[in-house]
């Protein structure tokens, strides 16, 4: 079987998936529960959209300014409105085909900026590393301050694991838990090591080797703090967006930071799910499900999620349009001037 027809195959296989999900989470809403959607949107205050905006505009601005500081150990030092215009663009592309956005940047500042592209692929993953990084701590600073809530799933799925006839887990069951774990990562490094010749095993290795070299190449950087300044400045802005999303229905307008770090932290993990259209589904599920937790009605959530992911995918579809439209006229008036 040949790539193009596996991606093919794969690109359907996900589709469906999302069109599954959309199904699986809308199948027992009954006519209450759309009138109560309806409404909920209907009572909602939309110009909250243009701030939710503007936080989307300044985190990928930011994400363009970090990543001309890790072309510079490079040599290269491209103008920050063609990169900007590449990271817009790149996030409409992945509407359609996740991961090819980070391919397009890669060729747009190739052609605009005679940066070769095969020289920031190294860029990307070290991006996509510490965006794995930052993903990681604010899964461990959500669970730290909301272990009331996310504790107590924790332990029922667990009990439910382990058949627990008692309502909390016993220390037993715990050290049972944690050398299973440990049993696990040994596996894991054992087979690494042992089954190095085999293809898939290779790429595996070769995604982690690359997240870890993404990670430590900060070091060579000359702008490390601003590194790091972007870097916090980005995961910022989208938790903002999401507490002004909160503000945006009255029926969620009562939530806090907490509550969005928690959305933040599952909406991201369901953006990792390579499906088309940013998510399309499994992000509305995942806010849904998250926002039960805290005692929002599920039909309710469902709308704060579709309205969040609404607004994530008709900005990153308006932003990357007239990013490309923009970019050719931009730089004609700048061959332009050069050549005058």
Known sequence: M??????????????GLSVFLVWWSVRGINDEGWKKIKEAFRNANYLLIIPVMIT???SHLSRAMRWKILMEPLGYKPRLFNTYMAVLIGYMANLAVPRLGEVLKCTILARYEKVPADKLVGTIVAERAFDVLCLVLVIIITILTQADVIGGYVNEALNTIVNSKTSSLSVSKIIILLAILLLGVGAVIVVFKKFTHIRFIQKIKTIFEGIWH?????????????????????WSMYLLSVQIGFWAMKETAGYGIPHALSVLTMGSLAMIVPVPGAGIGIYALAVKNTMHAYGLEETIGLAFGNLMWSVQFFFALLSGSIALSLLPYFNKRISVNEKS
């Open 2 to 15: 040949n790539k193009k027809l596996l991606s093919i195959l794969q690109y359907i296989l996900f589709l």
């Open 214 to 234: 993404g990670i430590i190449s900060v070091r060579y950087l000359k702008n490390k703090g601003w590194f790091v300044f972007h870097t916090i400045f980005i």
């Open 56 to 58: 989307l505009l300044l």
